[in-house]
């Protein structure tokens, strides 16, 4: 069964530099979750989106916007990076995620691991 | 906020010991539970889920039951292998899921 996918696998940049990750859902799944694993730790909720409009947003830094395409991929846009910024980050997608409905299972891509040096 | 409260770890087990990792919860209304697994340089594998009260999640010989009384969704397994050998994440939510900090399982031969 086709999961999500996550581009690049690995990404190493510099401080203050930008980056732009890449999320494509489950075919069929309008919704996209965006996490944050740092190292040993638990994975924070960005940010998500249904049917290309933000539906709830959670610990996303100013310097981080996101968007949902046409198609329903999604894209995590990263400006000024910090080393703070290293971690694993988390696509998940589902099928008809509007906040509250409570009941869609998320599938999480392999994630996308930022090194910021 | 919602927040979730799991065992911390490292818990070391010997292959077919009978495994509990606890899980509470505190929440605003009736969110979806989940159990989440990571092993080592993967992404996060549902391993169970359950909707609402009572009701029972289950897969692959564990178990985990929506208590509401207690908010409580603890993970049980009869008999862990080692394979079964990850982090285990409880997690809830509506929309953006609140996870714990996992709890690093470690099953010995």
């Known amino acids: 069964a086709a999961g999500v996918i996550q581009s690049p696998r690995h990404l190493i940049k510099e401080k203050r530099e930008t980056a732009t990750l890449k999320c494509y859902p489950i075919?069929?799944?309008?919704?996209v979750y965006w996490y944050q694993q740092g190292p040993g730790q638990d994975p924070q909720f960005l940010i998500s989106?249904?049917?290309?409009?933000?539906?709830d947003k959670g610990s996303i830094p100013d310097r981080f916007s996101a968007q949902q395409f046409s198609d329903y991929h999604s894209e995590l846009n990263m400006s000024s990076l910090e080393l703070g910024d290293s971690a694993l980050y988390f696509c998940?997608?589902?099928?008809?995620?509007?906040?509250?409905?409570?009941?869609?299972?998320?599938?999480f891509g392999p994630g996308t691991r930022l090194t910021v040096l | 906020g919602d927040s979730v409260t799991q065992m911390e770890g490292p818990v070391t087990l010997s292959e077919e010991a009978f495994l509990t990792i606890n899980c509470t919860y505190t929440?605003?209304?009736?969110?979806?539970l989940f159990w989440y697994v990571q092993y080592p340089g993967e992404g996060l594998q549902l391993l169970l889920k359950?909707?609402?009260?009572?009701d029972k999640g289950s897969n692959k010989g564990f178990e985990a039951t929506y208590r509401k009384e207690t908010t409580s969704f603890h993970l049980e397994k009869g008999s862990v292998q080692v394979s079964d050998s990850a982090v285990y994440f409880c997690?809830?939510?509506?929309?953006?899921?609140?996870f714990g900090k996992g709890t690093h399982l470690i099953i010995q031969p």
């Open positions: 998940a997608s589902s099928l008809g995620g509007l906040a509250g409905w409570g009941t869609d299972t998320q599938y």
């Open positions: 075919p069929r799944h309008d919704t």
């Open positions: 989106f249904y049917e290309k409009m933000q539906s």
């Open positions: 929440a605003t209304g009736y969110p979806s």
């Open positions: 359950a909707t609402k009260a009572d």
């Open positions: 997690a809830l939510g509506a929309d953006g899921l609140t």
